[in-house]
């Protein structure tokens, strides 16, 4: 399971002063908005506080509060997810790793982590579908190319899992694990053909 996402409240900061100068109707309009982002990021970081302290239902509470103030919160969806997990709530982790790649389709890392808990739930082709997207929005994360590699040996599919192995092998040469498993995966290849 990949760790927590995080902004920090001096970009927020940042990106709410330069936008409230546009006009005085705009402004009062703004800094609302402004404050219930600088509450939002707040909580973020109570949660990531919590959970890093082994609090995980403190988090998970601090993550709920920052959706309930804005639903559109990738970051938000995803850290709860990470927090649901460490409860052992996986199928509501699944759910809100789902919500986070709806609102940000480019989360290699929710990609990832939803497919390492698909699997746990042995739903393999989800999981690896799940990889594939996390390995083409990230392509030099090693992890992700050898948990696909594990998944497709799985399945049988040897030709692919080697090259996904050797993918892996060549962004983290001293993986042992990853040799281990390709010579595994090499194997079965051989007993298929003779």
């Not at 546009?22 to 109570?46: F, I, P, W, Y």
């Not at 506080?49 to 970051?75: C, F, K, M, P, W």
């Amino acid at each position: 399971m990949r760790t927590l996402l995080t902004a920090t409240l001096s970009a927020v900061l940042s990106v709410s002063l330069g936008v409230t100068v546009l006009s005085s109707s705009a402004s009062a309009q703004t800094v609302g908005h402004s404050a219930a982002t600088l509450k939002d990021r707040e909580l973020l970081q109570q949660g990531i506080s919590a959970q890093a302290d082994g609090n995980y239902a403190a988090a998970e509470t601090a993550y709920r509060e920052a959706i309930h103030l804005d639903s559109t919160d990738a970051v938000a969806y995803y850290n709860l997810g990470n927090a649901l997990a460490d409860q052992s709530k996986v199928k509501a982790a699944i759910a809100a790793y789902q919500t986070a790649i709806q609102l940000d389709p480019n989360n290699a890392d929710a990609y990832y982590n939803l497919g390492y808990w698909l699997n746990t739930q042995a739903n393999t082709q989800a999981a690896i579908s799940a990889y594939r997207e996390a390995a083409r929005l990230s392509p030099y994360d090693a992890d992700t190319y050898y948990n696909l590699g594990i998944l497709l040996s799985s399945q049988a599919q040897f030709d692919e899992a080697e090259v996904i192995l050797r993918r892996a092998l060549i962004l983290a040469p001293d993986n042992a694990s990853g040799r281990h498993y390709l010579s595994i995966v090499l194997a079965n290849k051989n007993k298929l053909t003779n």
